[in-house]
C-alpha cells in the first residue's frame, strides 16, 4: 500500500465515524507528507463541505478546484463540488451557483451510470425540495435522533440487567478500549460512568424504563388535561399537563448531550490509533482489525 493510500483509507474510517475535523488532519497530514494528491484533496474537501457553514464551504470550493486541477475526471471531487454548487445561494455566491451546471454535465458525460452520478442526480432533487419535503425531512431527522436515544437507553438497560454498574461500567470501559472505532460501546461506556454516583440513580432508573416512563409521562399529560377541561379551570387546550414531561425531556437532553461526548471521544481514539504505524517503518494506516 502506498502511503498516499493509507491515509485515503484513514479519511475513509474517520469520515464513516463522523469524524469531520479529524478528517481534515488527516488529509492535510497526507497532503504534506506525500504532496498534491486527487483523492486526499477529495477528502479534505468533503470534510469541510460536510460541515454546511459559509467558511468551510470556501475552504472546500478551494481544496475541490485544487484536486479537479490536478485530476479534472476525478468521479468524487466532480460530484462533491456539484452538490456544493447546487446548495450555493445564487445570490451570494452566484459563481459557485452556476458552475454546477457545468460539473453535472462533465459527470453525465464521463460517467452516466457511476454512483458518484446518481449521488449528484439525487443533489439536484433535493435542491427542488418543497417547503413541505423540507418538513418531512425534519421529522425524519427528528426521528433518528430519538432513535439513538432509545438505543443508548436500551443498551444501558441491557448492561444493567446483567449486572450491577460498578461491573456494567468495568466491562463497558475494556470494551471501549478495545474497540475505539466502535461508537456505540463507546456511548455505553461513557453513558455508565457518567450516570454513576447516588446522585443519577433517577436518571438510571429513567434510562432503564424508558419506555414505560415515556408513555406514563404522556398518558398523564392527557388525563390532566382532561381533568382541567371538565373542572372548568381552562378552556380548550391547557398545557399544564405537559409539565409530566419535563423529566422525560430533560432525560433525552442529559443522554443526547453524553452520546455526542462519547462519539468525540471515540473519534478521537480511533484518529490516535489509525495514526500508529503497524511496525516500525510501515506506512501510516489503520490498525489491523480497525472498522471491524
Not at 494528491?37 to 478551494?62: G, I, K, M, N, Q
Not at 452520478?117 to 439536484?124: D, F, I, S, V
Not at 425524519?140 to 460498578?166: C, F, I, N, S, Y
Request: charged residues 25%; aromatic residues 6%; glycine residues 10%.
Amino acid at each position: 500500500m502506498t502511503t498516499a493510500d493509507a491515509y485515503n483509507e484513514r479519511c475513509e474510517q474517520l469520515f464513516l465515524a463522523g469524524g469531520l475535523g479529524a478528517v481534515r488532519r488527516a488529509a492535510q497530514q497526507g497532503l504534506d507528507e506525500v504532496g498534491p494528491h486527487p483523492d486526499l484533496y477529495c477528502w479534505l474537501a468533503v470534510a469541510h463541505a460536510s460541515e454546511d457553514d459559509d467558511d468551510h464551504d470556501t475552504e472546500a470550493e478551494r481544496a475541490f478546484r485544487k484536486g479537479l486541477a490536478l485530476d479534472a475526471d476525478h468521479l468524487g471531487l466532480l460530484a462533491g463540488y456539484g452538490e456544493l454548487c447546487l446548495r450555493a445561494d445564487t445570490f451570494d455566491y452566484p459563481g459557485r451557483a452556476a458552475r454546477g451546471v457545468e460539473l453535472t454535465r462533465r459527470l453525465e458525460e464521463i460517467a452516466p451510470d457511476s454512483a458518484e452520478n446518481e449521488q449528484l442526480r439525487r443533489a439536484h432533487r433535493w435542491a427542488a425540495r418543497s417547503y413541505w419535503e423540507d418538513v418531512r425531512m425534519a421529522a425524519a431527522r427528528g426521528a433518528v435522533k430519538r432513535q439513538e436515544v432509545e438505543t443508548q437507553a436500551g443498551d444501558v438497560a441491557d448492561a444493567l440487567r446483567r449486572q450491577d454498574l460498578g461491573g456494567a461500567r468495568a466491562q463497558a470501559a475494556e470494551a471501549a478500549r478495545a474497540r475505539p472505532e466502535d461508537q456505540r460501546t463507546a456511548v455505553l461506556a461513557a453513558t455508565l460512568d457518567a450516570l454513576s454516583g447516588p446522585g443519577n440513580a433517577p436518571l438510571r432508573w429513567i434510562a432503564r424504563h424508558r419506555g414505560v416512563v415515556w408513555a406514563v409521562s404522556v398518558g398523564l399529560s392527557a388525563l390532566t388535561g382532561a381533568l382541567l377541561r371538565q373542572t372548568g379551570t381552562v378552556e380548550g387546550f391547557a398545557p399544564w399537563g405537559l409539565l409530566w414531561m419535563l423529566p422525560m425531556l430533560a432525560a433525552d437532553t442529559r443522554l443526547s448531550s453524553l452520546r455526542k461526548e462519547a462519539q468525540r471521544t471515540a473519534v478521537a481514539r480511533l484518529e490516535e490509533r489509525l495514526a500508529e504505524p503497524a511496525e516500525p517503518g510501515a506506512p501510516i494506516g489503520p490498525a489491523t482489525g480497525a472498522g471491524a
